[in-house]
């Protein structure tokens, strides 16, 4: 294996969801292994702070060992910016960021390494600009498509995306 993804759910999701799926039969294919924690029971009390026993069953799933990436859609995005900064990674792939969470006492932050953003021109939850605001301050790899927070027009591409970012890492 070249290492393991760690592949984070939305908010209102769970991990069998079709983005992170999409991602899971890509790492298959590459070589890497993936694992989807399930959040479900704790986004069901939609309390902010939840967000931190998140980070933690995040970090809880990437081995102690060999290389990690952190990838996730919307509020699974922005538990993996935070776990990179607690767990060496390899790199970044967030899909739909929000860059802060109404109630959370964070604004979004992330490791320093290879990040590669997909975001939505029409996202209705996570405003487009914040998210560009992101990727240019940290020079990362932006990609803004025609599409809304679920980016349900676009899973295939993303997958196809993160294709190109995962073989970048080799």
């Known amino acids: 294996m070249k290492g393991t ?4 759910h939305g908010l209102e999701s769970g991990p069998q969801a079709t983005k992170v799926s999409a991602l899971a039969l890509v790492c298959d ?4 292994a993936s694992v989807r924690p399930d ?9 902010p702070l939840a967000i931190d026993s998140r980070i933690d069953r995040a970090l809880g799933h990437a081995p102690r060992e060999g290389r990690v990436v952190f990838a996730g859609s919307s509020m699974g995005a922005f538990t993996s910016g935070f776990a990179s900064l607690r767990r ?4 970044l792939f967030l899909l739909a960021l929000p860059t802060a969470i109404p109630g959370y ?3 979004f932050d992330a490791a320093d390494v290879p990040t590669t953003l997909v975001h939505g021109w029409n996202d209705e939850v996570c405003p487009v600009d914040a998210a560009i605001g992101f ?3 940290r020079g990362a790899t932006l990609h803004l498509v025609r599409d809304g927070h ?8 993303c997958a196809g995306v993160f294709r190109d970012f995962l073989a970048g890492l080799d």
Do not use: K
Request: glycine content about 6%.
């Open 135 to 137: 990727a240019r301050a």
């Open 105 to 107: 006492p964070r604004a």
């Open 5 to 8: 993804v760690i592949l984070s």
């Open 88 to 91: 060496a990674s390899a790199g």
């Open 39 to 47: 959040y479900r029971d704790l986004d069901a009390s939609r309390d």
């Open 29 to 32: 294919a590459l070589g890497w």
């Open 150 to 157: 679920r980016l349900a027009a676009h899973v295939d591409w």
